[in-house]
């Protein structure tokens, strides 16, 4: 038994199981690094330890630190979220070690289920279905390319430790296998230190479809039914549903009763996801099972009516799970959207920033957030900041209800994905149901809507920033000395557009053409505004008396830090000739690599940075000179 819960993580994850914790009535104790000192996290807790610095080594990641702050704040059971610890057999151990109730499985079902080799072969032995391939201990490059050949193509190179993509490779064509095996076993080396590899046949435009398990101490192993998470980007996922649009009761059936025999062939206990790949013929193969709680748990909640977080701390104090497999139930559809800091107009670039606005959706929408105004979302963790969930009864409506919510959202101080999502749900293939794992590769998510509402934003910038300089008569006719970062060019006010009442930051109505409208405005460094309206939002800088450099001179010149990171790689040296697209080096930020490559031939003319450093957004890293210089 326990009555302190103490939870090894941060962000919205925490936030998520302190709320059940009040609700259960367990005191409530929140870790937190240097840099999340004044995180909503730490204020939602009833009381909150520092654990180190703002590198997740240092700090989330960092087991003694967490043991420790369990020890001085007396806290009896640990909830270690997702991601960090949460799938750590050694974390496990300490805890147990230390006399902590771990809220998750035993240590051996984490190590068993972290390997995709060892995993697989566990998963044949109990009956499961699984994708053919090679998951042998012979990690030799010849037995590996002997293997892929039996197997052919097309296949997978996977990494056996890893996810998130990384270590993961396509084989289409033989030719290539040496450089892409030596490829994805450093790459695996780099992200898990663990350079194992595994072979599977490729599984062309699955959907991607994943059981929720649960089991307790006393026997007892359910599943409440799937989700289909197909919609991802670079392999992580970004939109998520249950029930699946393409799973029928049978296929429901044959895979969570595959999913429950895959936990009852591990001892498992607490909660548990199976991940599966579905084929257009009803055909699935067991892929990996996360030993933890997901960040897509919400809609599995919202059509079972059943609190997960609820369930992981009553199994870990050792009760019974509360329904049968008879007794689960569904109800209507529920999607799942993540929310992440990213420009997807510049390549979906992690990005930082203090958030100067945040106000939820006021539909009937679960916002699920890691931030709340004047939070400061910085490169050292996941750029993930919110999920926005909707319930309805059935899979169109809780799309509509996502799009509507987004329409409302009002983000500010960070540029976020909030209208690449929307252009997702209005898509024609997504909202039919259809959308596989190639889906964001093959579709152009280009929005003529997004387009006008963009301008539209842009005419009430000009409009402000024309008011604020005394100039509330211009017109179409007659130029504007004020230019803003969106074209750089001399712009005009838009004949017509006029405002009604108030112009004070905040919700701002305007009205063009006889359509009225309400923006939301927030002011921003130096000047600038944030606009927000239906579901977009633009930072606008006034340029015509703007003191800040201009870089137009540096094009070609000058590779800079499109975001704060630390320099992992470096590979070029002062004095080196590059060619254009060369990489010069590789930048860490919010747990993703990013590549700088070379914008033209040149000559390395001086190194702004090391390998090892951290740099901020917009630090000069490499200055380029021609050949002749």
């Known amino acids: 038994m326990f009555d302190s819960i103490l939870v090894a993580n941060r962000g919205e994850i925490a936030r998520r199981v302190f709320r059940t914790a009040r609700q259960k009535g367990y005191r409530s104790i929140a870790v937190y690094s240097e840099v999340d000192a004044d995180a909503p996290h730490t204020q939602d807790a009833d009381i909150a330890a520092c654990i180190g610095g703002a590198v997740p080594a240092q700090s989330y990641l960092n087991i003694e630190a967490v043991l420790e702050a369990a020890r001085k704040t007396g806290a009896q059971a640990i909830h270690p979220g997702y991601g960090f610890l949460a799938e750590n057999a050694e974390f496990a151990e300490a805890c147990e070690a230390a006399g902590l109730v771990f809220v998750g499985p035993p240590a051996e079902a984490i190590r068993l289920m972290g390997s995709k080799r060892l995993s697989k072969l566990r998963m044949i032995e109990a009956g499961v279905p699984c994708v053919p391939g090679y998951s042998g201990e012979d990690q030799s490059t010849e037995t590996l390319a002997t293997e892929a050949a039996r197997i052919g193509v097309p296949l997978m190179i996977k990494a056996s430790a890893g996810g998130g993509g990384r270590g993961l490779r396509l084989v289409e ?16 080396v780099g992200a898990f230190g663990n350079g194992e590899l595994i072979l599977e046949k490729a599984v062309i435009n699955p959907r991607h479809v994943e059981i929720q398990v649960f089991a307790d101490n006393h026997g007892n192993v359910v599943h409440l039914g799937e989700r289909d998470c197909s919609v991802q980007r670079r392999h992580q996922k970004v939109i998520e549903e249950a029930p699946g649009p393409s799973v029928t009761p049978e296929i429901r059936n044959a895979m969570g009763e595959a999913a429950v025999e895959a936990a009852r062939a591990i001892g498992y206990r607490g909660a548990g996801t199976v991940e599966f790949l579905l084929a257009a013929d009803g055909s699935f193969y067991f892929m990996e099972m996360n030993t933890r709680l997901q960040v897509e748990h919400p809609v599995t909640e919202e059509i079972t009516g059943q609190d997960l977080v609820a369930w992981q701390l009553d199994v870990a104090a050792g009760k019974p799970l509360p329904l049968s497999q008879d007794e689960v139930t569904f109800s209507g559809h529920a999607m799942e959207l993540r929310l992440y800091a990213e420009d997807a107009d510049a390549g979906f670039l992690p990005q ?10 006021e539909l009937a929408l679960r916002v699920d957030s890691a931030i709340e105004q004047g939070s400061v979302i910085s490169s050292y963790y996941d750029p993930m900041i919110a999920k926005l969930i909707a319930h309805g009864a059935d899979r169109d409506e809780a799309r509509r209800k996502l799009m509507r919510g987004l329409d409302q959202l009002v983000l500010q101080g960070v540029v976020h994905n909030g209208p690449f999502l929307k252009s997702v749900l209005a898509d024609d293939v997504f909202a039919s149901g259809q959308a596989t794992t190639a889906f964001l590769n093959e579709r152009d998510l280009s929005s003529a ?11 009430l910038a000009i409009h402000l920033f024309a008011r604020q300089q005394g100039h509330s008569r211009w ?6 000395p004020v230019k803003i970062k969106l074209d750089g060019e001399e712009m005009h006010v838009r004949e017509g557009l006029c405002l009604l009442g108030s112009e004070d930051r905040g919700s701002i109505l305007f009205e063009l053409e006889g359509v009225r409208r309400t923006a939301f405005v927030s002011d921003a460094d130096e000047g600038g505004l944030w606009i927000s309206l239906e579901g977009q939002t633009q930072l606008f800088e006034e340029q015509s008396f703007s003191t800040k450099k201009d870089d137009a001179s540096a094009v070609g010149n000058f590779i800079i830090a499109p975001m704060p990171g630390a320099v992992i790689a470096l590979k070029t040296k002062q004095g080196a000739q590059v060619s254009k697209g060369d990489v010069l080096l590789v930048l860490e930020a919010m747990k993703m690599q990013h590549e700088l490559t070379a914008p033209r031939d040149g000559i390395v003319a001086e190194l702004g940075t090391k390998e090892g450093a951290q740099v901020n957004s ?12």
């Open 352 to 361: 930082t920033g203090k958030v100067v606005a945040w106000n939820g959706p």
């Open 475 to 480: 017109t179409t006719a007659t130029p504007l």
């Open 173 to 188: 064509d033989l030719d290539g296998l040496m450089d892409k095996l030596v490829a994805a076993a450093s790459e695996a």
């Open 449 to 459: 809507a997004a387009d006008e509402t963009r301008e539209l934003m842009r005419d």
């Open 618 to 629: 917009r630090d000069v890293l490499v200055r380029l000179e021609d050949e002749t210089a």
